[in-house]
């Protein structure tokens, strides 16, 4: 998987019959601590993300073929969830107390990413993030209606 952030959609009048009534999106690809990673990917919405969300993207084709139900069709990228915080844990060197630090603008001077965790869905949207969480977004979300043509 990979976290990203939506920046814009894809219209195509003239496409695969998989892509009728489906969300394209431009998701900037991003680092742990919500940074640029370079690059972007355009991707399938399955939950109704929206401009400026940071989402998980999962990139295997069979995977996201399954996950619409499908067998064949050109479908490699998915936007599987919406990111409510991520939670890195610093590399203990010894010294320290290995303890975790939000994924922030300060928490990312501070030092080497060991492991991380990130919060999506219901229990962000519930308002409950995981300890020691600092939000790349949080709000409340509210089923959005799907574009016609």
Do not use: H
Request: hydrophobic fraction near 45%; charged fraction near 15%.
């Amino acid at each position: 998987m990979k976290l990203a952030r939506v920046v814009g959609t894809v219209v195509s009048t003239i496409n695969a019959p998989i892509f009728d009534d489906r969300t394209l999106l431009v998701c900037d690809l991003l680092g742990p601590r919500g940074e640029s990673a370079g690059g972007y990917m355009i991707a399938v919405d399955t939950v109704g993300a929206g401009a400026g969300e940071t989402v998980l993207l999962i990139d295997e084709g069979s995977s996201a073929r399954q996950i619409l139900g499908v067998t064949k069709g050109p479908v490699r990228t998915l936007v599987v969830g919406i990111v409510d915080a991520v939670s890195l844990v610093e590399a203990d060197d010894g010294g320290g107390s290995g303890a975790a630090a939000p994924a922030t603008a300060a928490g990312a001077a501070s030092g080497t990413v060991a492991a991380g965790t990130v919060a999506a869905g219901a229990a962000g949207a519930a308002g409950a993030a995981a300890p020691n969480a600092g939000p790349v977004t949080k709000r409340a979300r509210a089923p959005r209606p799907r574009a016609t043509r």
